[in-house]
């Protein structure tokens, strides 16, 4: 592009950041050359690429993250699945005993409920 023509990609990196009107002249925009600097144009398509970089890390990070949750989530469900299954130590431990009339301790989750014709003769 020759000296002194009119670029089409945007405010040069100066007066974009300080948000000033750029003409967008070359080799130096008005703002610029009024303080003696040459401007500084960002190639579009760099910034472009660093825009899908940074989706990529980010959707990256999103993978990571629904990964470590899906772990979290099934160890969760293991530990309450484990503490809802009682050892056979403590099944034994909580079926209560009662006893009988003739001074026999009977286990409840082996004793005849009422009606039934498991009574001996």
Same mark, same amino acid.
């Given at each position: 592009?020759?000296?002194?023509? +009119?670029? $089409?990609? !945007?405010?040069? &990196?100066?007066?974009?950041? $300080?948000? +000033?009107?750029?003409?967008?002249?070359?080799? #130096?925009?008005?703002?610029? #050359?009024?303080?003696?600097?040459?401007?500084t144009?960002?190639?579009? *398509?760099?910034?472009?690429?660093?825009?899908?970089?940074d989706a @990529?890390?980010?959707? &990256?990070?999103?993978?990571?993250?629904?990964? *470590?949750?899906?772990?979290?989530?099934?160890r969760?469900a293991?530990?309450?699945? &484990?503490?809802?299954?009682? #050892?056979? /130590?403590? @099944? $034994?431990?909580?079926?209560?005993?009662?006893?009988s009339?003739? !001074?026999? &301790?009977?286990?409840?989750? /082996?004793?005849?409920?009422? !009606?039934?014709?498991?009574?001996?003769?």
């Amino acid at each position: 592009m020759p000296s002194g023509s +009119v670029s $089409r990609t !945007g405010a040069c &990196q100066r007066c974009h950041r $300080r948000k +000033v009107k750029c003409d967008r002249t070359r080799p #130096s925009c008005a703002p610029c #050359s009024r303080i003696n600097l040459q401007c500084t144009n960002a190639a579009r *398509e760099h910034q472009i690429q660093l825009r899908r970089q940074d989706a @990529e890390r980010l959707e &990256q990070h999103i993978r990571d993250l629904q990964a *470590e949750n899906d772990n979290l989530t099934g160890r969760l469900a293991d530990a309450q699945q &484990q503490q809802h299954q009682p #050892s056979t /130590e403590d @099944e $034994r431990l909580a079926t209560p005993t009662t006893t009988s009339s003739l !001074g026999l &301790q009977i286990d409840e989750s /082996e004793a005849p409920t009422a !009606g039934s014709s498991d009574i001996a003769s």
